[in-house]
């Protein structure tokens, strides 16, 4: 929201848009990877030799949603 002048009246409303998207955006990759490493560990006939790096994938992208994403957003100098 900006005035006359141009300038912004409300400057947080930015930051916390942005910290509710990113935040939605965690969720969404935990819950996604979640049910694809449900998916193979509940069905024997996906653990393949030819599947590893897909369920290594999903566990690592599930860990990245779940610990180092959050991470980034309350510690954001360390990243």
């Known amino acids: ?24 955006e965690f969720v969404a990759i935990f819950i996604i990877n979640a049910y694809t490493a449900f998916a193979f560990a509940r069905n024997p006939h996906l653990r393949k030799r030819t ?6 994938l999903t566990v ?12 980034v957003i309350f510690y954001p100098g360390r990243g």
């Open 51 to 56: 599947t590893y790096l897909i369920i290594n």
């Open 60 to 71: 690592a992208d599930l860990l990245v949603g779940a610990v180092a994403g959050p991470l």
């Open 1 to 24: 929201m900006t005035n006359e002048t141009g300038k912004v009246l409300f400057p947080q409303d930015g930051t916390i848009w942005f910290g509710v998207i990113i935040n939605t």
